[in-house]
């Protein structure tokens, strides 16, 4: 073992500087105090939302069209624009343009705020997201807690949307939503418990650096050794927080909150322009943040081969590939029925969860 050579990993966990410091000392904002402090933290949290709502407004009117034509045989949008790339601004200035209509049984401002929660609960959770390269907003001792706690704000943001409309489909979309969060959100939480029991902490950056500093294995021949990533470590775990995260975030086979079959569009049946925008948006940012975390915990964060200004290359490559799987899954699987839905979530997924985080203890516990 002593022979093999590391594989070349980005190093970004040993670096406690964070964005907003960063932020401060390049500007000179840090010289004036809480004031500046302040500026460079928004400055820093301006930048991560812009990169992130960039990507989502890439994935959602262009992206998804063309995974999904690939994996069904279609052509999806092509005129605008090389790829049909253009298709981004053209429904962007679409949706933007059309005239917001408010039920007449709305109930508000719930019914305003609804997209607002949903949307902001997911950008929230990027806070504690190591990206790589620096891009670190902020570090808690109780990082992963944090992100679990304000993704779940999105439930509420669901129910709000559902409830307010005075839809009768709306009202069945959100509730849909709640209940299929509750049944997948302990399975998500306890398994991810088992990544802390390995990690040995709930800091985002030290499970990013406890993934990266282990050596699994080595590759004969090339004698590179691989990082003991928790998907490699784990398989198992793995594969129950990706598929408890798929119905966290509704995507197929889990989209029973919307439903179109028979919902119409379930919770977001009666919003339109740019409150369609923000619901829309919001759907996608938390796949995205569902993605991060799967990274964070399980994929190495921003770790890769090279040097370490390509940690945020690794990091949205990581994130994508994710992505790409949830849009795999909607095109190959079909839709689950909602009983059949909150069963596996409730008898399938809550019971391997559990038996996964006391093996892992088990193991753990004859390790140290």
């Known amino acids: 073992m002593n022979a093999a050579t590391a594989l070349p990993v980005v190093p970004l966990q040993n670096d406690t500087v964070l964005l907003p410091e960063r932020l401060g000392d390049l500007t000179g904002l840090s010289e004036f105090g809480v004031a500046g402090e302040l500026v460079a933290a928004f400055l820093a949290a301006f930048l991560v939302g812009n990169i992130m709502l960039a990507m989502t407004g890439v994935a959602g009117?262009?992206?998804k069209r063309k995974i999904t034509a690939a994996f069904t045989d279609r052509i999806a949008v092509d005129h605008l624009g090389p790829a049909g790339i253009f298709i981004i601004v053209a429904d962007a200035v679409r949706l933007l343009s059309k005239e917001i209509i408010i039920p007449e049984?709305?109930?508000r401002p719930a019914y305003d705020l609804a997209p607002i929660v949903i949307a902001g609960s997911a950008l929230?959770?990027?806070?504690?997201i190591p990206m790589g390269s620096g891009v670190h907003l902020a570090d808690p001792e109780v990082g992963l807690a944090f992100v679990f706690a304000v993704a779940g704000i999105?439930?509420?943001?669901?129910?709000?949307?559902?409830?307010?409309?005075?839809?009768?489909?709306s009202m069945l979309g959100g509730l849909r939503a709640v209940a299929q969060n509750i049944a997948y959100e302990i399975p998500l939480v306890v398994t991810g418990l088992s990544v802390v029991l390995f990690a040995g902490s709930l800091r985002m950056s030290e499970i990013v650096a406890v993934q990266n500093e282990t050596v699994l294995f080595t590759i004969?021949?090339?004698e590179w050794a691989v990082p003991a990533w928790f998907a490699l470590v784990n398989p198992f775990a793995f594969v129950l927080f990706l598929i408890a995260n798929f119905a966290e975030v509704g995507r197929n086979p889990f989209d029973m909150p919307e439903a179109p079959a028979e919902l119409i569009a379930g919770y977001q049946t009666e919003y339109s322009s740019v409150y369609f925008v923000l619901v829309y948006l919001g759907e996608f940012l938390h796949i995205f943040l569902g993605g991060a975390i799967i990274t964070t915990i399980f994929l190495g964060g921003p770790a890769g081969p090279g040097p370490e200004a390509l940690g945020i290359v690794w990091f949205i490559l990581k994130i994508w590939a994710v992505f790409f799987l949830t849009q795999w899954m909607r095109s190959a699987i079909p839709r689950v029925r909602i009983d059949h839905l909150i069963e596996i979530g409730w008898k399938g997924l809550l019971v391997l969860s559990f038996a996964n985080l006391f093996l892992t203890a088990a193991?753990?516990?004859v390790i140290a």
């Open 61 to 63: 009117p262009w992206a």
């Open 105 to 107: 049984d709305a109930d």
């Open 124 to 128: 929230l959770g990027f806070a504690v």
């Open 154 to 169: 999105a439930s509420i943001g669901l129910a709000m949307a559902g409830y307010a409309s005075g839809n009768k489909y």
């Open 220 to 222: 004969p021949g090339l």
């Open 363 to 365: 193991i753990v516990g």
